[in-house]
């Protein structure tokens, strides 16, 4: 028994030996030094490309003097008495919103040496180049790859397509080009395919069918066309497909209900036709149908609502109907609904009131008549967007003591009355109320919305004075044009406040000083009001301004020079006014009219919805016109007309590539014409009528190849109008009208030089005077030389000596003629 004790005694000893003796194995050396290299290069990328001081959270823990398996963002696995590492959460180290920050995926390389790697998430970085594929042919292990919202540009490389293990793959949000490889559905473990937001053309193959596993399919907002292919019927085990934002076309399969695990369809803003397909009432596990802004037709199914899961309705922006004379009692509780567009008419559906988890109701652009129920008001919803619609009366005041309430919109309806004093106690961050009947003042509680982002009140009869906002608020976006607000300009809006529409009402006085501090303003619209005073100098302060309509105000003075160091400026409207003095030459180096971007709009994501956001009214090819919000960015627009300026036109106005419009009429412009006008090439209206301008119209003027608007009437030009394909178009004689001495074939006017004949040279004049001799000396001579023959035959006695035999003889012969003659002749 002692030595049976002894024996275990030994043992114990030497677990207890191996415990403390034995090296504890962390990270692997290699692996440790690939993560610090690629430490390294990450921080010299941004070194060497960035302006700002970025805060790289996380890598800070990373050096050589403590194990990268205790790093964060760093996960490993152990391995029998060693460790290696698996997992990589490198999301956010560079913040996306900092544009001038550059990291190259070359920064990738040292971690293509970790083979052991089953999890890389890259997400939400600034990675700009082409997706390394021969490195990520290393991670033969690789499981999870999420590269989302980087800037990847060309092709997805084939070599990711060889990662048999891969089970979820997410390259959204990035640049990627090209059609969809059949490569990729040789994954045949793939779970997840998430390649949104990219740049990805063609149809969707037909080989997709082999993803046997895939569970998640998302292509959304990428250039797909053609038909969704009938093999996705093979993908069983599908529980989300999001196609939306493409261009596909075709029916949606018949059969798409033999995907009985689907719970999001989402085939929303396509090109898709036909009806929505019975076999959908297959599918018990739906909760989310979006099916919106396609070219669906026929009636709107109502066993749609018997699907109990069914959460999410979006049928909007089709050509479907919706039968509202059926008594309806849904299975379902919805929490969104949307019928824009969808002929839904009479009263709002009294069946909507037993949906008390609705949170959105769309039900725009029908043909709704009645009021705004009560029952409405008192279901807390988050989200109501009825606009386009008949409604009348008065709102409920319930509806602005909702809590949930974050986007009203109601515009373009018969709504009138008053708002309630209480509209201030929602949290509302949208609201538009435009085109409507309501007024009296708006409540002062409005200030009090502290999300308010978006408001706009404009086309009503609201009068007084606006509510001001303290310096906290976050609104963005005031649009209370066309309405009959009076007193000062407001300039109370907070320092958030990036757009700001006050035209078309009766505010007086001089422009407030304190706008100046709205250091965010893009767009001023303050046209047709009574707003007198001389030309603000501060308007130069606002940095960021692109467009300033200060149309009919009766602004008098100088036109700052300080205003062409708006590099931002893109539409100046400054008509009808009575402003004075020369033109600053410096217009000429506004760079946003020099180089028109073609971009779109760049309003925050929230504005990006079909909401009715007003156009801007300018005078565009000779009448007033509203130019969408949405596509304004590709517009440069200069309007300085009905003033009082003289001076000449200077010549550096030329440099304004990207104009679209110009119009100088109705000043006391003189001398010529700038020859740079010609190089306008994107010019579209051209007005410089009803000014003293002289000399001729510049020959440069036939390069304007998109002009189709053209005024130089009621001027002093003179001479030829310049000739081109798209200039002898323009021949409406009013367009050249009351010049002092204009012609061309647009007015069908000739020229001085086209009524005199060419001058002719000294050689053709003496060839032509030696051709005149020799006629005249052939007329004159030949008759003279006939008469002195004839005198000189009769002195000799030709006609009377001839003998009688000679006589005979020759009446002989001209009988035999005559004869010979009747002969032939018979």
């Avoid at 959460?89 to 001038?100: A, F, K, M, Q």
């Avoid at 700001?500 to 001023?524: A, D, K, T, V, W």
């Avoid at 708006?566 to 409207?573: G, K, V």
């Avoid at 990207?658 to 001398?671: C, F, P, T």
Wanted: proline share 5%; glycine share 6%.
């Amino acid at each position: 028994m002692a030595d049976f004790n002894f024996f275990l005694a030994r043992i114990l000893v030497v677990l207890i030996f191996n415990i403390f003796h034995t090296p504890c194995f962390g990270c692997p050396p290699d692996q440790k030094a690939a993560l610090l290299e690629f430490k390294s290069l990450v921080v010299g990328d941004l070194a060497d490309n960035s302006s700002a001081e970025v805060l790289l959270g996380g890598l800070e823990t990373w050096n050589s003097s403590s194990d990268c398996c205790g790093w964060e963002m760093v996960r490993c696995r152990s391995r029998s008495l060693s460790q290696e590492v698996t997992g990589l959460y490198l999301s956010s180290l560079v913040p996306y919103v900092v544009l001038d920050c550059v990291v190259t995926s070359n920064v990738l390389t040292p971690l293509f040496r970790i083979r052991s790697l089953t999890l890389l998430d890259l997400s939400y970085n600034s990675m700009q180049g082409e997706i390394p594929g021969t490195g990520f042919a290393n991670l033969t292990k690789l499981v999870y790859l999420d590269m989302k919202n980087n800037r990847m540009n060309r092709s997805i490389p084939a070599q990711l397509f060889n990662l048999r293990h891969l089970e979820f793959l997410d390259l959204s949000t990035n640049a990627i080009q090209g059609t969809l490889s059949s490569n990729i559905f040789g994954l045949k473990n793939l779970k997840q395919l998430i390649l949104d937001e990219n740049f990805i053309r063609g149809e969707i193959p037909a080989e997709i069918g082999n993803l046997t596993k895939l569970q998640k399919l998302s292509l959304r907002q990428n250039q797909l066309s053609g038909g969704i292919p009938l093999s996705v019927l093979q993908l069983r085990e599908l529980v989300t497909m999001d196609l939306q934002k493409n261009m596909l076309s075709g029916e949606i399969p018949n059969d798409i209900g033999t995907l009985v695990n689907i719970t999001t369809l989402d085939l929303s803003r396509n090109s898709l036709k036909g009806g929505i397909s019975q076999s959908i009432r297959n599918m018990n596990k739906l909760e989310t149908l979006q099916l919106e802004n396609n070219l669906l037709s026929g009636e709107i199914p109502i066993w749609l609502l018997d699907h109990r899961q069914m959460k999410k309705l979006l049928l909007g922006g089709n050509e479907l109907t919706w039968n509202n004379n059926i008594s309806i009692v849904p299975n379902c509780r919805l929490t969104e609904l949307s019928l824009r567009s969808c002929n839904v008419r009479g009263q709002i559906p009294v069946w909507l009131s037993n949906q008390t988890d609705l949170t959105f109701l769309d039900l725009s652009e029908n043909e709704l008549e009645g009021t705004f129920p009560q029952w409405l008001a008192e279901l807390n919803l988050g989200t109501v967007i009825l606009q386009d619609n008949k409604l009348t009366a008065s709102l409920p005041p319930q509806l602005f003591e909702s809590q949930n309430l974050s986007v009203l919109i109601l515009s373009r309806n018969n709504f009138y009355g008053e708002l309630p004093p209480s509209m201030g106690k929602s949290p509302v961050m949208i609201l538009m109320l435009s085109g409507n009947n309501f007024s009296g003042t708006v409540p002062k509680s409005i200030s009090n919305s502290y999300r308010l982002l978006l408001v706009d009140l404009s086309n009503n009869s609201f009068s007084g004075a606006f509510p001001t906002f303290g310096s906290d608020s976050l609104l963005a976006y005031v649009d209370i044009s066309s309405n009959k607000f009076s007193g000062e300009v407001p300039s109370a809006f907070g320092v958030n406040t990036f757009m700001l529409s006050l035209s078309q009402n009766e505010f007086s006085g001089q422009l407030p000083q304190n706008l100046s501090n709205l250091i965010m303003l893009e767009h001023l619209d303050l046209h047709d009001n009574n707003i007198t005073g001389e030309f603000p100098s501060f308007l130069s302060q606002f940095s960021s301004l692109e467009v300033l309509n200060l149309r009919n105000i009766s602004l008098k003075g100088s036109i700052n020079d300080d205003l062409s160091n708006l590099s931002s400026l893109r539409i100046l409207d400054l008509s009808n006014n009575k402003l004075t003095g020369k033109i600053p030459s410096g217009f000429g180096n506004l760079a946003r009219m020099i180089d028109t971007p073609t971009t779109l709009s760049t309003l925050p994501q929230f504005f990006n919805f079909p909401v009715g956001i007003k156009d801007l009214i300018l005078n565009w090819k000779n009448s007033k016109q509203g130019l969408s919000n949405k596509n304004l960015e590709i517009y440069s627009f200069l309007d300085l007309s009905d003033n009082q300026l003289s001076g000449e036109i200077p010549s550096s106005l030329g440099n304004l590539k990207g104009l679209k419009s110009l119009n100088l009429s109705y000043n006391e412009l003189r001398g010529n014409i700038p020859v740079p006008f010609g190089e306008l090439e994107n010019l579209e209206t051209l007005d410089l009528s009803h000014n003293s301008l002289s000399g001729k119209i510049p020959q440069t003027f036939a390069n304007l190849q998109q002009l189709n608007k053209l005024d130089l009437s009621n001027n002093k030009l003179f001479g030829r109008i310049p000739e081109s394909s798209q200039l002898n178009r323009q021949n409406e004689p009013d367009i050249y009208a009351n010049n002092s001495g204009l012609c061309g074939v647009q007015i069908q006017v000739l020229c001085p030089e086209d009524l005199q004949p060419p001058p002719d040279s000294e050689e053709k004049k003496k060839e032509e005077k030696g051709s005149l001799f020799s006629w005249k000396a052939t007329l004159i001579g030949y008759p003279v030389g006939f008469i002195a023959a004839t005198s000189i035959m009769y002195v000799i006695g030709y006609f009377n000596s001839v003998p009688q035999s000679s006589r005979l003889k020759r009446k002989s012969v001209s009988s035999k003629r005559f004869q010979d003659f009747r002969c032939c002749r018979y």
